[in-house]
DNA sequence: GTTAGGG
DNA sequence: CCCTAAC
């Protein structure tokens, strides 16, 4: 099939640098087809720091080909990786010292069933209406089902996305737009915390979650009553990570370093727990808990967490409707996604729509930067009961991130970052206009960039009236990146046209108003 | 939720 | 890109 592009999951079980990461290629065509299949492609070990993790996530998927070295490279050049964050969260394990030799596998026990369940995208519209109309919204509603055949030729079915929206919602995954918002404490002191102790990247590579320990070691001294603990490795919630195959490995050890710093940046609270069990009352003492030097058996852990309304009496009031739930998610509990729940859509488009799906690939492929999620992760997720721990994120997130409030209005709205179109956008855009017309822009997105997360509907038209402006005035005037007159041209022609259909309909409909005119 | 337009 | 009236 069509485009073929790297995930690279930096899963729960993944250390921070070294962080076991999942390489899989999609050979899906449409990325929000449900349907896709996605395969596992090692990329070793030594290329990329990363080593493979089971797969145990993608139950119920078929290993599809793997590598398919002929799949197309991506037309778009617009080709920076998309990151998300799924919500979850994972342990960083401390051993007792004494604990070394056998301190592999023993987190706690159902952390060995953990699959992995990216978090559900988000960055619906809804949300910005749930929360307040000035948040962002990442993608417009798209309605479940079928798409609007109007011209036939598409028959990917889609899945039904209100399930879907409706899923995510409950999981309270925001985009990091929105989760600066309840960022207002700050980043957790715990963290720093736990920073300052050194958190020691560990190499060690884990085969499954089970052994989820590995390379995490505590050191418990008894002396003066001091416990004393050193986290050789903490491990980040999971990572999801999406980026093309032509992309530098220089470039994904950026993509997980942002990833791992946007997600440290904030928004988490550290929990402790011991031996698997969560400890809430931050008022004991160490002793009181049971972490001691006498209790050098016990396997004390930290778990990284969204922070919730529970989390002490924010710094800062008003952050509401950001707060994740107050039943902070318990780490361990994690189904796997239920499989079978796939809906193979028959991609036989035609060549016309290749160009719109070839873009739609890519784009969700590529230019997700500021996708929250990706659709590849939606089905499993979906059904999840995963537990929806950090807000999802995005690299364009960083760039906007450790804001934290700013005034009492809590309400300070981050501009969506700008994101001029390529050529290929625009030719995507002016092919699906050609076909659909001009007033029809929800049909134009996801006819030529469903799965371009980042833009909506109205990003495109706005797009459009960008161009015919720039199609009327002279290149001289035009500004950025090049649009190729060919397309210019085609702007206006498919403009005049279909403003001429209009006009056609509307005297159609209001003949005597227009004679009376 | 979509459109259409002004900002 | 954002905001919003209008539908």
Redesign the pocket.
């Known amino acids: 099939m069509g485009t073929l592009a790297s995930k690279v999951e930096v899963g729960p079980s993944g250390y921070m640098g070294y962080g076991n990461c999942k390489v899989e290629a999609e050979t899906n065509k449409f990325m929000k087809d449900e349907s896709h299949k996605t395969a596992k492609v090692q990329l070793g070990t030594r290329a990329d720091g990363c080593s493979f993790e089971d797969p145990l996530v993608w139950d119920g998927k078929p290993p599809a080909v793997s590598s398919d070295s002929s799949a197309k490279a991506p037309l778009c050049g617009d080709h920076s990786p998309h990151i998300s964050f799924p919500a979850s969260q994972d342990y960083v394990n401390v051993v007792s010292r004494d604990d070394d030799e056998n301190s592999s596998g023993c987190t706690h026990p159902n952390t060995t069933k953990r699959s992995f369940r990216p978090a559900p995208r988000i960055g619906?519209?809804?949300i910005r209406?749930i929360l307040a109309?000035?948040y962002?919204k990442v993608a417009?509603?798209?309605?479940d089902a079928t798409l609007s055949n109007t011209d036939g030729d598409l028959k990917t079915v889609y899945h039904n996305r209100n399930s879907y929206y409706r899923s995510i919602r409950s999981e309270r995954n925001y985009p990091i737009k929105k989760r600066r918002l309840f960022n207002c404490s700050s980043v957790p002191n715990y963290d720093r915390k736990i920073r300052s102790e050194g958190i020691c990247v560990s190499p060690e590579r884990l085969t499954g979650a089970s052994s989820s320990v590995a390379g995490s070691h505590t050191s418990f001294q008894s002396r003066d009553s001091h416990v004393k603990l050193r986290i050789k490795s903490f491990r980040v919630p999971e990572l999801f990570i999406e980026l093309p195959e032509t992309a530098t490995v220089g470039s994904l050890k950026r993509r997980v370093m942002e990833a791992v710093n946007a997600i440290l940046g904030g928004g988490l609270r550290v929990g402790v727990l011991l031996q698997g069990k969560k400890v809430k009352d931050d008022n004991k003492t160490l002793l009181q808990t049971g972490i001691s030097h006498d209790n050098q058996k016990d396997v004390l852990g930290f778990s990284l967490e969204p922070k919730t309304s529970q989390t002490p009496p924010p710094l800062c009031s008003g952050d509401s409707p950001f707060m994740l739930p107050s039943n902070a998610p318990q780490p361990l509990a994690r189904y796997p996604p239920a499989p079978g729940v796939v809906h193979q859509g028959t991609c036989d488009a035609v060549p016309e729509l290749q160009m719109a799906n070839a873009v739609n690939f890519i784009e969700s492929d590529h230019d997700s930067a500021p996708s929250p999620t990706d659709m590849s992760i939606d089905k499993s997720t979906k059904d999840s009961k995963a537990l929806v721990t950090v807000p999802a994120m995005s690299v364009e997130a960083l760039a906007v991130v450790p804001v934290h409030r700013k005034s009492k209005r809590s309400e300070i709205?981050q501009?969506?970052?700008?994101?001029p179109f390529s050529v290929a956008e625009v030719e995507a855009l002016v092919q699906a206009v050609e076909k659909l017309g001009?007033?029809?822009?929800?049909?134009v997105k996801l006819r030529a960039f469903d799965n371009a997360k980042?833009r909506t509907?109205?990003?495109l038209?706005?797009k459009w009236?960008t161009l015919v402006h720039t199609a009327r005035i002279s290149p001289q005037q035009r500004r950025g990146e090049p649009v190729p007159q060919e397309l210019l041209d085609r702007v206006l022609t498919a403009h005049a046209y279909w403003t001429q259909q209009q006009a056609k309909q509307q005297f159609k409909q209001q003949p005597e108003t227009c004679l009376l005119l």
């Open positions: 619906d519209r809804r209406k109309s000035k962002w417009p509603k798209l309605k709205v501009r969506r970052i700008r994101r001009t007033g029809r822009w929800r049909d980042h509907y109205v990003d038209k706005d009236k």
